[in-house]
């Protein structure tokens, strides 16, 4: 079965430095989103993605946040500017379209800020 | 704002047994979805249900959906120990695609 690839596993950095997060979705899927999952916590929407363009964003998303898709196969997530709070565990997901019934979620980037 | 609450959040229970875990949600729903995440894994899609009255089947697992209600079920019969895991519910409602997800329940399995 196809899957979502996300580099690296693990993420330490240091709080204030910006990190990037990278996604390589399936192929010939059109939408692209970020979710996070902070330790025991629940899995929350940050932002989806498609057309080259942000479709919608949670509060969570804030302007520390970017996504880009800067070569047409790898999706990124960029935090600029690290918070203690932002340590979690990153999951990007894809889909071919909206109507599809699956959701496919990558293996996650754990990011600890210290 | 659409809320999803799964109970119990924690669940321990010896192979064999039946059980169920509850997810409800504050708003009508588009679809549901059940996944399953092992610890320090990714989710794993289970069932997507898009109607009332929707009922999925896969092994020991079974996951029913009651919109009127605003009510899904995952029945877990005569559990084993590779059942162990955390298991979420997701909601996806007013025309968005995008699950909003439950805190997720707990469950471990006991030989």
């Known amino acids: 079965e196809p899957e979502v690839t996300q580099t690296p596993s693990h993420q330490v950095t240091q709080m204030g430095q910006e990190v990037i997060l990278r996604c390589v979705p399936i192929s010939n899927h059109l939408y692209f989103y970020w979710y996070r999952q902070i330790l025991g916590q629940k899995v929350e929407f940050l932002v989806s993605?498609?057309?080259?363009?942000?479709?919608?964003k949670s509060e969570i998303f804030d302007d520390q946040f970017s996504v880009e898709r800067p070569d047409g196969s790898n999706f990124t997530l960029k935090i600029r500017s690290t918070k203690l709070e932002d340590s979690a565990m990153y999951f990007c997901?894809?889909?071919?379209?909206?109507?599809?019934?699956?959701?496919?979620f990558g293996s996650g980037t754990q990011l600890s800020v210290l | 704002e659409l809320k999803v609450e799964q109970n119990p959040l924690f669940l321990s229970m010896q192979e064999g047994k039946n059980y169920t875990i509850y997810c409800n949600y504050s708003?009508?729903?588009?679809?549901l979805y059940w996944y399953r995440q092992d610890p320090g894994k990714s989710l794993e899609s289970l069932f997507v249900l898009l109607s009332n009255g929707a009922v999925k089947q896969e092994g020991r697992l079974m996951a029913s959906l009651d919109t009127k209600a605003r009510l899904s079920t995952l029945h877990i019969t005569a559990a084993v120990h590779d059942l162990s895991a955390t298991y979420f519910c997701?909601?996806?409602?007013?025309?968005?695609?995008?699950?909003?997800f439950g805190r997720g329940t707990s469950l471990i399995v006991h030989p």
């Open positions: 997701a909601v996806a409602s007013g025309g968005s695609y995008i699950p909003t």
């Open positions: 708003t009508t729903s588009d679809r």
């Open positions: 993605f498609y057309n080259n363009e942000i479709s919608e």
């Open positions: 997901a894809s889909i071919t379209d909206r109507t599809n019934e699956k959701l496919f």
